[in-house]
């Protein structure tokens, strides 16, 4: 099954749209000619997002091995901070996999019923009877 891989750069000495702009078409063409079936860029007030698509990790793997990639992730504005890379679409993307359904609601969803009143004991009743009314023994 194919997954979607993000490098997401930040502003830092230098602008990350820069950043893009000097390496973006290195990018596209290096991941278009190892196996990815799809990419896309996105540009935040924070900096640039690279998501792309492959069919495994091996070939995502291999793209990042590669001169090429490995010299624009190298040039970076912010190689410390600056530079995240990890499995799935960027932060402010949908989910890869839809959510699974939650359970609908049962009968165990019902709440409890109230506790009846609790049984009162007057301790003050000099009769010498108990709550039953009974004379005691």
Same mark, same amino acid.
């Given at each position: 099954?194919? +997954? &979607? &891989?993000? *490098?997401?750069?930040?502003?830092? +000495?230098?602008?990350?749209? %820069?950043? %893009?702009?000097?390496?973006?078409? +290195?990018? *596209?063409? /290096? /991941?278009?000619?190892?196996? #990815?079936? $799809? ?21 995502? $793997? ?12 190298? #040039? ?22 839809? =959510? ?8 165990? /969803? ?7 009143? +609790?049984?009162?004991? $007057? ?11 009974? #004379?005691? =023994?």
């Amino acid at each position: 099954m194919a +997954e &979607w &891989w993000s *490098i997401e750069v930040l502003h830092g +000495e230098f602008s990350a749209f %820069q950043w %893009q702009q000097a390496h973006d078409s +290195e990018l *596209i063409e /290096a /991941a278009l000619t190892n196996g #990815a079936l $799809d990419g896309t860029w996105h540009a935040d007030r924070w900096g640039v997002a690279f998501e792309v698509c492959f069919e495994n990790e091996q070939l995502w $793997d291999a793209f990042r091995e590669l001169p090429v990639v490995r010299a624009a992730l190298d #040039a970076v504005p912010d190689p410390v901070n600056g530079l995240l890379i990890y499995r799935g679409r960027g932060g402010s993307s949908a989910a890869g996999k839809p =959510r699974r359904p939650r359970p609908a609601p049962s009968a165990a /969803a019902v709440s409890l019923p109230e506790p009846g009143p +609790e049984p009162y004991l $007057d301790l003050t009743d000099a009769s010498g009877r108990d709550l039953a009314g009974a #004379a005691s =023994r």
